[in-house]
């Protein structure tokens, strides 16, 4: 194999990995792991709370 | 307190710059304004492409049953137009349809207007230009002959480059957030656009521009055509589901730990499934055994997002009547299950010995990006674009003929190729049987994939007959949001507790 394809495959299994650990990493030390049940929360606000529909068929 | 102000883009790029804590979350009508632009010329192109790929799978189809029809012109041949097919839809709209949703959905979740919309602009038309460029040195006879990687080489760089600027628009979106916690539907983003274009550079360069030897060749190319779909196409295809069924029927999903299993296990499993579709071929048997494993430890992420969206569904399935958004999303999210469950089988060497090289696989691949995906981007679409445009959608019976021809003849399509290409997997494994026999076997079912392919059709030109026709409205006076008639009226509140 030429340089570039031993540097991919390298690269797939040290780059990815090592990013998916950063990743958890960062996600424990900012908190996003915790209190998971208000993470689902976070898609509702005043403009659209929770226990509004916001869709619906064009009326005719 | 502050309410603007977008970063200038060198200000974006530079790692000191830092948003400003003193500019609150946008509100959702800014936000929508800012992605009107960027965001439906991508739909539009997108829907384009679609009817064009649309006519390509028609021949395709045809032409498996009637292979004299168009025989006398060389460009449309079957090796040119099926890869043309396959590449202008997966391209030209899947992924803009894709992306475009992406990038409403991270400006919605970060809570940031759509910054440095020139650079969507761009990237948009850069990467039609590489659609065109590829579909019609396919037809030219350019074809790489690698599935799902037909279009020249002189097509990639310049969707890479496309892609480039999308990547470095969402790492500028998330770092000047101003929605500290990640929703769910955000990991799926962030993941999926991390890893297109590992995806496609690495396959690109392993198979095109310096390809390896042999059989590893069919390796890198079912590790790349399948994660494109497990590892691009679907994180974006379940953020959007992530999102829109809680955001539509006003409830939070079920369980937020079981969404945050089902994102780390997809991210762990998923990358090995591949190599499945290598069973039986001169491969080494322990990759072809990991990929099996991993392929059946994909039931963890699949069940677990089965069953956190049945049950945010539980109580509200009525929904499904007033909602097209809804109506294409479960639909959609259902598929996921069906496909997911159907190619963890699929993937056991008992049945692969049956289904491989046969019809059952193509049904496979359009049960997982047509019923499942594209149906939650159609869906998607349906909720996004009349919020930027401050339009209704202009009719209802256009919306139901497009979601039953579509849902209708996708489902006749898997069925009937995943029972024929079942009945052809056992004809083809008896020895005692004339090749041609097969063929004959396989007939009715090809007949029925291309009538299920025209009711298709039909639902493709009823959708972008709307499409056209809500931004035929949209070109009167931008009206004030709180004016229009959306799902988002106080009145349509469903009681559910807080």
């Given at each position: 194999m030429s340089l570039v394809n031993w540097i991919l495959f390298i690269g797939s299994f040290v780059v990815l990995p090592v990013s998916a650990l950063f990743a958890l990493r960062w996600a424990i030390r900012t908190g996003q792991l915790e209190n998971l049940n208000k993470g689902a929360l976070v898609i509702f606000n005043d403009e659209e709370p929770v226990g509004r529909v916001t869709d619906r068929f064009p009326r005719p | 307190m502050k309410t603007s102000t977008a970063p200038g883009f060198l200000q974006s790029l530079s790692p000191?710059?830092?948003?400003?804590?003193?500019?609150?979350?946008?509100?959702?009508?800014?936000?929508?304004?800012?992605c009107r632009g960027p965001v439906l010329f991508m739909f539009v192109c997108g829907v384009v492409w679609l009817l064009a790929g649309t006519v390509f799978a028609l021949i395709t189809s045809w032409k498996m049953h009637d292979p004299a029809?168009?025989?006398g012109y060389g460009w449309l041949t079957f090796g040119r137009v099926r890869p043309v097919h396959l590449n202008l839809v997966v391209y030209g709209f899947a992924n803009q349809a894709a992306v475009g949703t992406a990038l409403w959905l991270m400006c919605r979740l970060c809570r940031v207007p759509l910054m440095h919309g020139w650079m969507i602009i761009v990237s948009t038309v850069f990467w039609n230009i590489g659609v065109l460029v590829g579909a019609v040195g396919i037809l030219a006879g350019d074809s790489t002959g690698i599935e799902w990687l037909e279009f020249p080489p002189y097509a990639a760089p310049i969707l890479f480059f496309s892609y480039a600027l999308i990547g470095v628009w969402t790492v500028i979106t998330f770092r000047f957030r101003r929605e500290p916690h990640l929703y769910v539907s955000q990991w799926y983003l962030l993941a999926a656009f991390l890893w297109f274009p590992w995806l496609y550079s690495a396959a690109e360069i392993l198979l095109v521009l310096e390809p390896v030897r042999g059989t590893v060749q069919a390796a890198v190319n079912w590790w790349f055509a399948h994660n494109v779909l497990g590892l691009w196409f679907t994180p974006i295809g379940l953020a959007a589901a992530y999102y829109f069924i809680p955001k539509v029927i006003g409830r939070p999903i079920h369980s937020y730990y079981l969404s945050a299993l089902g994102f780390w296990s997809l991210a762990l499993f998923y990358n090995w499934n591949g190599m499945h579709h290598l069973v039986g071929g001169p491969m080494p048997a322990w990759l072809v055994s990991v990929s099996i494993v991993a392929s059946?430890?994909?039931?963890?992420?699949?069940?677990t997002v089965a069953i956190n969206h049945h049950l945010t569904m539980r109580g509200h399935f009525h929904h499904l009547k007033s909602s097209p958004t809804l109506l294409f999303i479960v639909f959609g999210a259902m598929n996921y299950t069906a496909t997911s469950v159907h190619g963890v089988l699929s993937a056991l060497r008992s049945v692969s010995e049956v289904t491989h090289f046969t019809h059952h696989t193509i049904g496979h691949a359009h049960h997982g990006?047509?019923?499942?995906?594209?149906?939650?981007?159609?869906?998607?679409?349906?909720?996004?674009?009349?919020?930027?445009?401050?339009?209704?959608?202009?009719?209802?019976?256009?919306?139901?003929?497009?979601?039953?021809t579509c849902g209708l003849g996708i489902m006749l399509y898997v069925g009937a190729l995943t029972l024929g290409g079942v009945l052809q997997g056992f004809a083809m494994n008896d020895p005692n049987l004339a090749f041609l026999k097969v063929v004959a076997v396989t007939k009715p079912y090809l007949v029925l994939r291309s009538l299920s392919g025209m009711l298709m059709t039909v639902g493709h030109i009823a959708f972008a007959w709307s499409l056209g026709w809500i931004l035929i409205r949209q070109l009167g006076p931008y009206r004030d949001p709180s004016a229009v008639v959306l799902g988002s009226s106080k009145s349509q509140s469903t009681g559910a507790p807080a």
């Open positions: - | 000191a710059s830092r948003p400003d804590p003193a500019v609150p979350p946008a509100a959702l009508a800014e936000i929508d304004q800012s029809f168009l025989a059946v430890m994909m039931l963890i992420p699949v069940v990006m047509y019923a499942f995906f594209t149906m939650v981007m159609f869906g998607s679409m349906y909720y996004i674009v009349p919020r930027l445009t401050q339009r209704e959608w202009p009719s209802a019976r256009l919306i139901y003929l497009h979601f039953w």
